[in-house]
């Protein structure tokens, strides 16, 4: 029966598309309470992806979010762009990630009131598995087949593919070529080679 109602929900968006978001792909369903942005946002939204609970998106007039196809956005999640957020295809994300293209500036006089933004555009490519409560802020690229583990901070950088992510800042703790590597703090670790996803 909630599976009725996702693909409901989803078919109801994707019907009143611009309104909210701009486009929504057939087959992606919306689970849950559906926060709306604002109308017409520039927000795509791939075919058969999976938006979780409370999920919420933003973006100004002249910004955009891209989310590619067969995609999971789990429960309070929030992106929001103020440039562009673009995410490949068969990327999962975790409940409670944020991800911003913008962050505060601060000056130790006067704090964040007043400062203005950092901005700069987040790219995340195809089959990136992000844990739950990542952040990812402005500037970061995300190469394929990265595995981001839960509660990471991701600052501005370029991270290479098949790694795993960990940390706050977030490292590179492990190449996942099948070859077994050591981790920053001398242990090992095995995980098997990513495949890409149907």
Avoid at 40 to 66: H, K, L, P, Q, V
Avoid at 148 to 168: D, E, T
Wanted: aromatic share 10%.
């Amino acid at each position: 029966m909630n599976d009725l109602f996702a693909h409901l929900k989803g078919f109801l968006i994707r019907w009143t598309c611009p309104l909210h978001f701009k486009r929504v792909g057939p087959g992606t369903t919306f689970h849950g309470r559906v926060r709306f942005p604002l109308p017409f946002r520039n927000i795509i939204i791939g075919r058969e992806c999976m938006i979780g609970d409370s999920a919420f998106f933003y973006t100004g007039r002249r910004s955009n979010i891209f989310i590619g196809n067969h995609c999971s956005v789990n429960s309070g999640c929030h992106i929001v762009a103020s440039e562009c957020i673009t995410i490949g295809d068969n990327v999962a994300i975790a409940e409670y990630v944020s991800i911003r293209d913008q962050e505060h500036r601060f000056s130790t006089i006067s704090g964040v009131r007043g400062q203005g933004f950092n901005v700069a555009s987040v790219l995340i490519h195809s089959n990136v598995w992000i844990g739950r409560g990542v952040y990812i802020g402005p500037g970061v690229t995300i190469e394929s087949g990265t595995i981001v583990a839960a509660n990471s901070v991701v600052r501005r950088g370029h991270y290479p593919p098949n790694v795993l992510l960990a940390g706050a800042p977030a490292v590179v703790k492990k190449y996942l070529d099948g070859a077994d590597a050591e981790l920053s703090n001398g242990g090992p670790i095995t995980m098997p080679r990513l495949s890409p996803m149907g």
